[in-house]
């Protein structure tokens, strides 16, 4: 929503909005120009609206929301107007139940500014301390695709990505398998497809190209080096290798995510586009080795040797794996803590038993309250009762208030903080322990 709202700014248009509450993106575009209020409140709606944007997170009991419906102003979901944006220009567009920021990122990253690009992204690219890239007179358009509400399916892509498909977002889609025919019509209304080896079979296009590491990927990462803060690797592509490219991140997954966005930046260049250039190994290499990540993806807030403390978005089973074992495997010898706030209700009792797995891999569990978000509350289901999951002593549920004391008190070798809720408001105060 904050890139959007970047965007008509950037446009000349007068943006007013309304969130819950106040936060640094709602600073940051207040200071850009737009008028933001904090209260559902409907005389503080301005007159004459060409139109509204809304997300899911609006509650339809929202009075400002029932007065737009009321006074016939147009309202779009937030996806529609992004894909009312990007089908205007060649673009590349990143789904997947996670990595889909990282890779986005990525893509935009190694495309701007040498080409003009208007990309969102959905999350703090550090490369350019924003969510969106907005070059002049843009010539393609990157844009993270959202599963969630089946957003993703307003998007027509030149080039499609699919990192992931775990099963998320039941309370939308009931199964996976309902999941899985989403990202199937996303597929279908891409010209071309890159589709991550391990569900690569799922989907379905005459246009699909896998990515991975196994021997039937069309771009093939190999010689794959992992080291703290850095990976090596040779690509593999249709047309040679690219060798020993390097990588500033963590983990065989941000690998992958490499990967799939340099295969989609090829893939572009041979569509012909106009304005868009073909490129070379050298810059792809050059690019590639200055990504430095996005906020809030296994990001280093503190790295001292008494004290190391990460803070991750991961909300899913899978993507807390990934971010934990990666952790793991980097410091082996010591004590790694992990505050994890729950997200959502419904994602709580689906993946109950996966959330508790993956917690107990820790030295030290600390769970705050579930982060409701959009949902009320469901009868059982906790964080305390998440706790009587987790196969560990050393663990706890604390308020939100009890966590910085408690931390100070007993400050361990690392520290990672996990969640997708309100738990980043920590992050200054526990960077400072």
């Known amino acids: 929503m904050s890139a959007l709202a970047q965007y008509f700014l950037a446009e000349g248009d007068e943006v007013f909005g309304y969130d819950l509450t106040p936060s640094p993106i709602t600073e940051m575009l207040t200071q850009k120009g737009a008028v933001i209020h904090f209260d559902d409140n409907i005389e503080k709606i301005p007159d004459g609206l060409d139109f509204v944007v809304y997300t899911p997170a609006v509650p339809r009991s929202n009075a400002e929301f029932q007065y737009f419906i009321e006074d016939n102003i147009p309202l779009y979901k937030r996806s529609q107007v992004l894909g009312h944006i990007t089908e205007q220009l ?13 890779t986005t990122s990525m893509v935009a990253h190694l495309l701007a500014p040498e080409v003009s690009i208007a990309g969102f992204i959905g999350g703090i690219a550090k490369n350019f301390h924003d969510n969106l890239v907005l070059g002049a007179n843009p010539v393609a358009a990157v844009a993270e695709a959202d599963e969630y509400d089946r957003s993703f399916l307003t998007l027509h892509p030149a080039v ?14 009931g199964t996976r398998e309902n999941l899985v025919a989403a990202f199937q019509q996303y597929a279908a209304q891409s010209q071309i497809v890159l589709v991550e080896e391990s569900v690569a079979h799922e989907i379905q296009h005459p246009h699909k190209l896998i990515y991975g590491t196994g021997p039937d990927a069309n771009y093939r990462a190999d010689n794959i080096q992992l080291a703290p803060n850095r990976a090596t690797f040779d690509l593999h ?31 572009l260049f041979k569509g012909g586009h106009t304005g868009i250039k073909p490129t070379t190994p050298i810059l792809i290499g050059e690019k590639l080795q200055t990504f430095a990540g996005v906020k809030r993806r296994f990001d280093y807030i503190v790295d001292r040797e008494d004290f190391i403390y990460i803070d991750d978005y991961a909300h899913h089973p899978e993507e807390m794996h990934s971010f934990i074992s990666a952790v793991r495997k980097i410091y082996p010898d010591k004590h790694i803590c992990g505050v994890f706030q729950p997200h959502l209700y419904s994602r709580t009792r689906d993946f109950a038993p996966q959330f508790a797995e993956v917690l107990s891999q820790l030295d030290e569990v600390i769970l705050l309250p579930i982060y409701p978000a959009r949902e009320q509350p469901i009868p059982g289901i906790t964080s305390e009762h998440l706790l009587s ?25 690392v520290l990672l903080t996990i969640g997708a809720g309100d738990i980043d408001r920590f992050v200054e105060k526990l960077g400072r322990l």
């Not at 499609?160 to 889609?173: C, G, K, Q, R, V």
């Not at 047309?239 to 090829?266: M, W």
């Not at 002593?393 to 939100?400: A, D, E, G, Y």
């Open 90 to 102: 060649p673009s590349v567009a990143v789904a997947g139940t996670h990595g889909k920021t990282t």
């Open 389 to 413: 999951l987790v196969d560990n002593s050393h663990k706890q549920v604390l308020q939100k208030e009890e966590l910085i004391p408690y931390l100070q008190a007993h400050r361990p070798d």
């Open 160 to 173: 499609a990505i699919i990192t992931s498909m775990d099963a998320d977002h039941l309370d939308i889609y």
């Open 237 to 267: 592509t249709p047309e040679g290798t690219l060798p020993q490219l390097q990588l500033r991140a963590n983990g065989l997954y941000n690998v992958l995510n490499a990967t799939a966005a340099v295969a989609a930046i090829l893939e």
